[in-house]
């Protein structure tokens, strides 16, 4: 927050700040070189944020516009109200995008937030995975997984030649850890709250696995030198 603003927090409350003006975007540099951008996520909070900022269309389900980040809590603390969607239901909009543009220089964001809790995994998603005698929540988590792994799968089955896709979960999760329950997501920074899945997939392009750590800041830099599109200026990540 500190380099771009957003979700600066006010004497340790999270607050609605979005991006800064002056800070460059990626996803504005493809829109610029002619690619259409389209960011599809889980969490309507994110918007509140200015991530939607260079993306011709952006869809959260349910969609609710941007949701104040002082809403959040009640989601953690898993009171009922729904605001993030199920990578089915992501994936599907993901899709019915594809459909309406098959042709021509896409980008395509997902954001996916199952895996990051409260959890709501149905009795199908469970039995495919095994209940086990393991801590509370381990089980669900697993199921969540499973439910997003699905859906990846299906997304990159149809992915057409052209689209670059962007595939991100939310943020980690505590389970088992023995970390205390003070530590909560954006207020810490141990690994399992920041590490999270990131999948970049482009249909013509080689495959290959990185098994050495690196950032979602990386994303930008390292998209744009890919499909040869100038850079964004001095910008956290390589």
């Known amino acids: 927050p500190y380099r771009h603003g957003a979700g600066a927090r006010s004497r340790g409350v999270p607050t609605d700040h979005a991006l800064r003006v002056d800070v460059p ?16 996520v889980g969490d309507p909070a994110l918007q509140a944020y200015g991530l939607d900022r260079g993306f011709d269309v952006w ?22 109200l729904r605001l993030r969607a199920h990578a089915d239901h992501v994936v599907d909009q993901a899709l019915d995008f594809l459909a309406q543009r098959p042709k021509g220089a896409r980008l395509l ?7 990051g809790g409260p959890f709501d995994a149905d009795a199908d998603d469970l039995r495919a995975v095994g209940l086990t005698n393991r801590a ?7 199921a969540a997984l499973a439910r997003v792994d699905r859906a990846v799968g299906r997304l990159i089955d149809a992915l057409p ?8 979960g939310e943020h980690g999760v ?25 999948i970049v997939s482009m249909r013509g392009a080689g495959r ?12 930008g830099p390292t998209l744009l030198q890919a499909v040869g599109v100038e850079g964004i200026g001095d910008v956290d990540g390589v």
């Open 174 to 198: 505590r389970l088992d850890e023995p970390r205390g329950q003070g530590h909560v997501w954006g207020q810490s920074l141990h690994r399992e709250h920041l590490h999270v899945p990131l």
């Open 59 to 80: 869809r959260d389900t349910p969609q609710r516009g941007p949701v104040s980040v002082w809403l959040l809590p009640a989601v953690v603390s898993g009171l009922p």
């Open 208 to 219: 290959r696995d990185i098994d050495v750590p690196v950032s979602l800041v990386d994303i």
């Open 109 to 115: 964001f997902v954001e996916l937030a199952d895996a």
């Open 136 to 142: 509370e929540g381990m089980d669900e988590h697993d």
């Open 25 to 40: 975007s990626w996803p504005t540099a493809l829109q610029r070189a002619g690619f259409a951008t389209v960011a599809v």
């Open 161 to 168: 030649t052209g689209t670059l896709l962007v595939v991100a």
